[in-house]
């Protein structure tokens, strides 16, 4: 485990030389470099996770503004939140298939759990998991993870910033947000997209609760499958992103282990725009296991006419037999496979039954708190809606009450606080 922050580099250190020794995920070996200049003003926190009761490999980071408060609180709850919403007894496929939506619930559990803390940081959060060839990214904000394998390149997370996405800005002011550039005198405006109150150019974070509940933890997810080749994982915070492309961060880095490549990007990013962020960096290599040995061997010269018929049959069959395996081998394509995506802003899509595993959630269960509900005590997704023939009121999942009314707000139904204005300062 790393922790970042002003001063605690010495620790950083020791806690990444023993995640790197000990950190294996079949079918091969990863390695991994982190490397971070974080500014005094910035609070980035990355969490390594390994235990036998997980599994794969887990990589978290989280860039907090505003405070530590939220990066803080999200390092240390997260986890067990999305694995407190995976149900017990699935096997690999089937807990793979789950993960989306535990993602997604654990997410905003965290996000509401934070909300009574009456904290007003906030923070962006990546988070990745690595089960044997299949890495599933799920991510609030504008850190980045990106992959590289096949020769191509893959974006496992989406920028949650509202200069990226005119649907965000539209979903924040549907909602009642006030989206806009910073004014100066004279009228003129400056700067990124913000929402107003706050000042937050972010759409999506954990935290932030001076801005408005219409900033939601929802993330982006992707689940890709990687092929028999392996690939190259970075995962790094805005600063690098806001000097470097993807292509100019695996470019610079190519043909270097992980430790010197999370360097040489930190070293580009800084070289190009100076240390006004944090600037951090994951580099993680997934290495595929090396292919066994043949196991035929070379067989003696038969003595006899038998023997030498016996050692032409022997040998014809054992051929017929890798001939038929390679054959099997080969028809299946050792391709790289997009498995799931989706960045649904909306609750209800995520925790319906059709979505992506059917009877995932308890009966009597919060979909996303997991409190045990009495009879009659909790609110279907689906009360309110008109579905005739589909679903009913009474279908599942559901909500206890204050994840009733966290789903509400997100979604705009309930009052916002009042707006403020665009001469303030910002929160990003």
Avoid at 145 to 169: P, Q
């Amino acid at each position: 485990r790393g922790r970042g922050g002003p001063g605690r580099a010495g620790q950083e250190g020791r806690g990444l030389r023993a995640a790197q020794a000990g950190l294996r995920a079949p079918p091969g070996r990863i390695l991994l470099r982190i490397r971070r200049k974080p500014p005094a003003a910035f609070h980035l926190f990355v969490h390594l996770a390994r235990r036998s009761a997980l599994r794969g490999v887990w990589f978290q980071m989280f860039d907090g503004h505003n405070g530590a408060a939220a990066a803080v609180y999200a390092k240390e709850r997260l986890l067990a939140n999305v694995l407190g919403c995976v149900p017990a007894h699935l096997t690999r496929d089937e807990w793979l298939a789950a993960l989306p939506r535990a993602l997604v619930a654990g997410f905003v559990k965290t996000d509401k759990d934070f909300q009574t803390r009456a904290h007003s940081s906030g923070t962006t959060v990546t988070l990745v998991i690595i089960d044997g060839s299949v890495v599933t990214a799920a991510s609030v904000g504008d850190s980045r993870c990106v992959l590289e394998a096949e020769g191509s390149i893959y974006y496992l997370s989406a920028d949650h910033r509202f200069d990226a996405s005119g649907e965000e800005v539209g979903r924040v002011t549907e909602c009642g947000g006030e989206v806009g550039r910073l004014n100066i005198v004279g009228g003129a405006e400056i700067g990124p997209l913000r929402c107003w109150p706050g000042g937050l150019c972010l759409s999506r974070s954990i935290g932030d609760q001076d801005v408005g509940e219409f900033i939601i933890p929802v993330p982006f997810v992707k689940q890709i499958k990687l092929s028999s080749a392996g690939g190259r994982l970075i995962i790094s915070s805005d600063g690098v992103w806001d000097a470097l492309t993807a292509e100019m961060a695996f470019s610079c880095a190519r043909g270097l282990p992980p430790e010197a490549a999370a360097d040489q990007i930190v070293k580009e990013a800084v070289d190009a725009k100076g240390l006004r962020d944090d600037t951090t960096c994951i580099v993680i290599d997934i290495i595929p296991p090396e292919k066994p040995k043949s196991t035929i061997h070379s067989r003696k010269k038969a003595r006899n006419g038998f023997s030498l018929l016996k050692n032409i049959f022997i040998r014809k069959r054992t051929s017929d037999t890798l001939s038929r395996a390679d054959t099997e081998r080969t028809s299946e394509p050792d391709l790289v496979e997009e498995v799931f995506e989706d960045g649904c802003p909306s609750l209800l899509r995520w925790l319906d039954s059709e979505y992506p595993v059917r009877n995932m959630f308890k009966l009597f269960v919060c979909a996303i708190c997991q409190v045990e509900l009495e009879s009659g005590q909790g609110i279907s997704i689906h009360e309110g809606l008109s579905k005739p023939g589909k679903v009913c009121p009474w279908d599942g999942p559901f909500l206890c009450h204050s994840c009733q009314e966290k789903k509400e707000a997100m979604e705009g139904k309930r009052p916002s606080r009042d707006s403020s204005s665009r001469n303030s300062g910002s929160s990003e």
